[in-house]
């Protein structure tokens, strides 16, 4: 069964930073790209960064650009997410998943709260 765990969230002040983990099992973790999502109440879940099998590719999303890392552990089945700079428009739960055929494949696990106040 494949399965997500975030971890890492909290409450920040605008400016400040925080490195969300994501483990994942179930699943030949370094097989697959894998990603990083967010929600914010009363939107739709948005794709925050990807990152490929071996790292060798990552991508952002605008609103993140130089201010956001996605990195992974393959030998830990994590991925990471180095968050600074924040800003209050941040404020969401963040998720991870695995991508196939550039969507999001599994179900979804709990997220982690991250609360950027200003």
């Known amino acids: 069964q494949v399965q997500f765990v975030e971890s890492g969230g909290g409450l920040v002040q605008l400016g400040g930073s925080l490195r969300l983990a994501c483990g994942a099992s179930?699943?030949?973790?370094?097989?697959?790209?894998t990603a990083w999502y967010r929600q914010a109440p009363g939107k739709e879940r948005d794709l925050v960064a990807t990152i490929s099998d071996f790292s060798a590719r990552t991508n952002y999303a605008d609103s993140v650009k130089g201010r956001f890392t996605i990195s992974r552990d393959n030998s830990k089945s994590t991925v990471y997410l180095q968050m600074n700079s924040l800003k209050p428009e941040d404020t969401a739960i963040y998720l991870c998943?695995?991508?196939?055929?550039?969507?999001?494949?599994?179900?979804w696990g709990l997220g982690t709260q991250v609360t950027v106040s200003s």
């Open positions: 998943n695995r991508r196939i055929g550039n969507m999001a494949y599994d179900s």
């Open positions: 179930g699943f030949t973790f370094s097989a697959y790209e």
